[in-house]
């Protein structure tokens, strides 16, 4: 139970997170709650209820697919092909420049 101003300390309790929420707890004790009650109907309503009583726990990729858009998904595989050609290249001109060094070094 949340302490304090109950709805307050609750609402800053759960919008901290930025990128994922999870609370472990029992769901029929947690839904006595008014807040929590709404918490797990959003949950459930959104696919984001898991019971590992009752089908178990998903893994992290079939979290991050309903928690990224596929879109953005798309986008993110870009960024990391990007950055995988930049680093080939910066490697490639690594050895260029050391092959280069070596080469001024024997004359």
Do not use: C, M, W
């Amino acid at each position: 139970r949340v302490h304090g101003n109950s709805k307050k300390s609750f609402n800053v309790a759960i919008s901290r997170a930025q990128a994922l929420l999870v609370v472990i707890g029992n769901p029929e004790t947690l839904e006595l709650d008014k807040s929590y009650s709404q918490l797990i109907k959003y949950f459930k309503d959104n696919q984001a209820f898991y019971d590992p009583e009752n089908g178990g726990v998903p893994s992290i990729e079939e979290i991050n697919k309903k928690l990224i858009p596929q879109n953005e998904n798309e986008q993110i595989e870009e960024v990391v092909e990007e950055n995988q050609i930049h680093e080939k290249q910066e490697n490639q001109k690594k050895k260029d420049d050391d092959h280069s060094q070596q080469k001024q070094e024997q004359q």
